[in-house]
């Protein structure tokens, strides 16, 4: 099997695919009607709020979270970019000496306290006015009211979806990453099923599941396993997703993979074996019924067409086959998503969508499911896929059933 594209020492993606985002940035707050924006990640330690910086300017912070506060630095771990039109983004982070030769943006700066550094840049532009806020669910109240504070004549207007609206639709060079992500997932996924489909123990099984990903230069999330009298839930551990024990001849058990794959992009496969092959005659029933939900959105989908109408048709089957409450479903009531550098809109769900949203040629997303039966088990499923003008392509290809 071959390797994915190494992007060591270089960027994964050339500066002209930069470039056309920043454009694509430009139009969509033409559109708005904003003069400049400011974007804020939390670059530093975790992953899942690094990704508009991360998508804009290819910066990830080294340092390894969110420091506490202290008289030499404020905000240590967060990171901003400020767009104005027919300019690169203005790069501000809490890292000195980076690697250039990474970094999309050649504007930089950084700072020992990034929101005094951006509150000084915006005042030295002079910036007045309405001001598009993109991370408002991300920087501290603490540290938004001291940019307020340091930035009067600013009317910040919070808008989260700006980026996130820009990179619904993928690019050429990111769906090529996307079947490279695809194809690592898989190959992950097909050794944790495999290893639980042998009776080993959960953190074995996720070991050899992080091996393939991190052999093929991947990453993680998460990879919840459960089984047993606990498979109801999502997790066996809460803490690290998995456990020491090992499911027993018969067991019912869901696993996934989830994070930023390859490269910051997020994918998130899920399937459900029986510990040993051989299901009994309900748990076949399980299994098969509860990925008919998944399967229904898989053959539902394509371009143009409505969230909400795939949603219905997702919700037609379950009536047909659901029984009762499932705990996961109850986390997650949608039966999938877009996928980007998250989870991300749209959401297969008739409440949680709008009446004119579609799908369309080059988003990324999944469909999903998940099933309790009472003296039988849970199950649950996810696939990933690209969307196309006459259907799927299907990115997640772990075999569905393991009997």
């Given at each position: 099997?071959?390797?994915?594209?190494?992007?060591?020492?270089?960027?994964?993606?050339?500066?002209?695919?930069?470039?056309?985002?920043?454009?694509?940035?430009?139009?969509?707050?033409?559109?708005?009607?904003?003069q400049v924006a400011i974007v804020w990640g939390k670059t530093a330690g975790s992953y899942e709020r690094a990704h508009e910086i991360l998508w804009l300017t290819n910066f990830f912070s080294e340092?390894?979270?969110?420091?506490?506060?202290?008289?030499?630095?404020?905000?240590?771990?967060?990171?901003?970019?400020?767009?104005?039109?027919?300019?690169?983004?203005?790069?501000?982070?809490?890292?000195?000496?980076?690697?250039?030769?990474?970094?999309?943006?050649?504007?930089?700066?950084?700072?020992?306290?990034?929101?005094?550094?951006?509150?000084?840049?915006?005042?030295?532009?002079?910036?007045?006015?309405?001001?598009?806020?993109?991370?408002?669910?991300?920087?501290?109240?603490?540290?938004?009211?001291?940019?307020?504070?340091?930035?009067?004549?600013?009317?910040?207007?919070?808008?989260?979806?700006?980026?996130?609206?820009?990179?619904?639709?993928?690019?050429?060079?990111?769906?090529?990453?996307?079947?490279?992500?695809?194809?690592?997932?898989?190959?992950?996924?097909?050794?944790?099923?495999?290893?639980?489909?042998?009776?080993?123990?959960?953190?074995?099984?996720?070991?050899?599941?992080?091996?393939?990903?991190?052999?093929?230069?991947?990453?993680?999330?998460?990879?919840?396993?459960?089984?047993?009298?606990?498979?109801?839930?999502?997790?066996?551990?809460?803490?690290?997703?998995?456990?020491?024990?090992?499911?027993?001849?018969?067991?019912?058990?869901?696993?996934?993979?989830?994070?930023?794959?390859?490269?910051?992009?997020?994918?998130?496969?899920?399937?459900?074996?029986?510990?040993?092959?051989?299901?009994?005659?309900?748990?076949?029933?399980?299994?098969?019924?509860?990925?008919?939900?998944?399967?229904?959105?898989?053959?539902?989908?394509?371009?143009?067409?409505?969230?909400?109408?795939?949603?219905?048709?997702?919700?037609?089957?379950?009536?047909?086959?659901?029984?009762?409450?499932?705990?996961?479903?109850?986390?997650?009531?949608?039966?999938?998503?877009?996928?980007?550098?998250?989870?991300?809109?749209?959401?297969?769900?008739?409440?949680?969508?709008?009446?004119?949203?579609?799908?369309?040629?080059?988003?990324?997303?999944?469909?999903?499911?998940?099933?309790?039966?009472?003296?039988?088990?849970?199950?649950?499923?996810?696939?990933?896929?690209?969307?196309?003008?006459?259907?799927?392509?299907?990115?997640?290809?772990?075999?569905?059933?393991?009997?």
């Amino acid at each position: 099997m071959a390797l994915e594209r190494q992007n060591f020492p270089e960027r994964y993606f050339p500066l002209s695919e930069y470039h056309a985002r920043w454009k694509r940035v430009h139009r969509e707050m033409k559109k708005r009607k904003y003069q400049v924006a400011i974007v804020w990640g939390k670059t530093a330690g975790s992953y899942e709020r690094a990704h508009e910086i991360l998508w804009l300017t290819n910066f990830f912070s080294e340092h390894a979270g969110q420091e506490p506060d202290s008289l030499l630095w404020n905000a240590r771990g967060f990171s901003c970019a400020i767009i104005e039109h027919g300019k690169e983004p203005e790069l501000h982070t809490d890292q000195p000496d980076p690697r250039f030769d990474l970094i999309a943006a050649r504007n930089y700066h950084w700072h020992d306290d990034p929101v005094a550094g951006v509150a000084k840049a915006l005042r030295r532009k002079k910036i007045q006015g309405p001001c598009a806020f993109v991370g408002s669910d991300c920087l501290p109240v603490k540290y938004a009211r001291q940019l307020e504070a340091a930035t009067p004549g600013i009317e910040y207007v919070y808008d989260d979806d700006l980026i996130r609206t820009c990179r619904l639709i993928k690019s050429a060079r990111e769906l090529d990453l996307y079947r490279e992500a695809g194809s690592i997932v898989s190959s992950a996924l097909y050794r944790l099923c495999d290893s639980l489909y042998a009776g080993k123990t959960a953190a074995e099984a996720a070991a050899e599941a992080g091996h393939e990903l991190l052999r093929r230069g991947g990453l993680w999330h998460r990879i919840p396993i459960s089984f047993g009298e606990t498979s109801k839930y999502f997790e066996r551990d809460p803490l690290c997703g998995y456990s020491q024990d090992a499911p027993k001849k018969g067991d019912v058990i869901r696993a996934w993979i989830y994070g930023p794959i390859h490269q910051g992009y997020w994918l998130d496969p899920g399937r459900t074996v029986i510990c040993g092959g051989n299901p009994t005659k309900a748990q076949k029933s399980l299994l098969e019924d509860s990925y008919a939900i998944t399967d229904s959105v898989l053959k539902s989908v394509k371009h143009g067409v409505k969230v909400k109408d795939i949603a219905r048709a997702a919700n037609k089957v379950k009536k047909k086959v659901r029984t009762e409450y499932d705990h996961s479903e109850a986390l997650w009531p949608y039966n999938g998503h877009g996928n980007g550098m998250m989870w991300e809109p749209p959401f297969i769900n008739v409440d949680a969508c709008g009446d004119d949203d579609c799908f369309e040629e080059g988003m990324v997303a999944s469909a999903e499911s998940f099933m309790t039966r009472k003296g039988v088990g849970s199950a649950g499923w996810e696939q990933n896929y690209i969307v196309t003008r006459t259907g799927v392509e299907l990115l997640t290809r772990t075999p569905v059933f393991w009997y």
